[in-house]
C-alpha cells in the first residue's frame, strides 16, 4: 500500500474534479445560497454569525479555497470568543478539509477533523459527528485504508438514517 507522502497524483485529481463537477451540478441552488449565506454572515449575531460564517466558507470549497479559509478563520475566531462547541467544531472541520485539499497536509487535516469529532461530542451535536465521521472515513478511503473508512462510513450513516437525514444518507 501507498505510504501518506505517495498519494498517487491521479487520487488527488480525481478526488478534486468530483468535488468540482459536484459544485458544477448544484450550482444554481449553492449560488441561491450562497448570496443568502453571505448576506446572513454580515448580518447574524452570535452563533447564528459563526453557523452563517462556516456554511458560507464551505461554498469556496473547490473554487477558492483562500476565501474559504479566510471566512473559516474568521468563524472559528469568533466560534471560540463565543465558546460555541459546535461552531468550533464546524471551522475546524473546514479547516480539516483545506489542508487535505488545498495544503495537501494530511496529517493536519486528520488531525482537525478529530478535533472536530472531540468538539461535537462535547457540543452533543450528533449531526455535526456524523458529517466530521464521514470526512475521517474520506481520509482512510484517500489513503486506501477501506475497513477503517468503512467503520467511520457506517458510524456516520447510522446518525444520519436515525435524524432522516436525507443528504447524509445519501
Request: glycine content about 6%; overall charge negative.
Amino acid at each position: 500500500l501507498f505510504e501518506k507522502a505517495e498519494i498517487p497524483a491521479l487520487w488527488l485529481y480525481i478526488s478534486k474534479l468530483i468535488l468540482s463537477f459536484g459544485i458544477l451540478l448544484s450550482s444554481a441552488t449553492l449560488y441561491a445560497q450562497c448570496d443568502s449565506l453571505a448576506e446572513a454572515s454580515q448580518s447574524s449575531k452570535g452563533t447564528q454569525r459563526v453557523d452563517a460564517l462556516n456554511e458560507y466558507a464551505r461554498c469556496y470549497l473547490g473554487p477558492d479555497f483562500l476565501k474559504m479559509d479566510s471566512l473559516t478563520s474568521i468563524a472559528l475566531e469568533l466560534a471560540t470568543s463565543l465558546n460555541y462547541h459546535s461552531g468550533i467544531a464546524r471551522a475546524k472541520q473546514n479547516k480539516g478539509l483545506f489542508s487535505f485539499y488545498y495544503n495537501q497536509d494530511y496529517d493536519q487535516a486528520l488531525e482537525l477533523y478529530n478535533q472536530a469529532l472531540d468538539m461535537y461530542t462535547v457540543a452533543d451535536d450528533s449531526l455535526g459527528m456524523a458529517k466530521a465521521q464521514g470526512d475521517v472515513g474520506s481520509y482512510y478511503q484517500a489513503f486506501f485504508e477501506y475497513g477503517k473508512a468503512l467503520n467511520y462510513f457506517i458510524s456516520a450513516l447510522e446518525i444520519f438514517e436515525m435524524y432522516n437525514h436525507k443528504a447524509g444518507i445519501s
